[in-house]
């Protein structure tokens, strides 16, 4: 069984937030972790709170916009910044 704790699921949100997976992916591994895997107990309501909206995000009445991950991080313990790169 996987465990989610609050670095695994801002690991997830950075790489959405990052395009390394789509919005789909994120919505599929949230729908799995609500179903197979365990909460970090400390964090236990924070993170599944967060997976759980993240589950709906695919709705378009839910959808998940920047302020969302941006809050979702922050209730995590992150501080978020960022940097503009020249592609």
């Given at each position: ?73 922050h209730?995590l ?6 940097e503009?790169?020249?592609?």
């Amino acid at each position: 069984m996987t465990l989610i704790t609050k670095k695994s699921l801002a690991d997830m949100l950075i790489k959405y937030i990052n395009r390394q997976i789509d919005l789909a992916s994120l919505v599929s591994w949230s729908e799995d972790a609500m179903r197979e895997a365990d909460f970090e107990n400390s964090s236990f309501e924070i993170i599944r709170d967060i997976v759980a909206r993240i589950g709906i995000a695919d709705v378009k009445e839910f959808g998940l916009t920047w302020d969302d991950c941006y809050e979702y991080l922050h209730k995590l313990g992150y501080n978020v910044k960022v940097e503009l790169m020249e592609a």
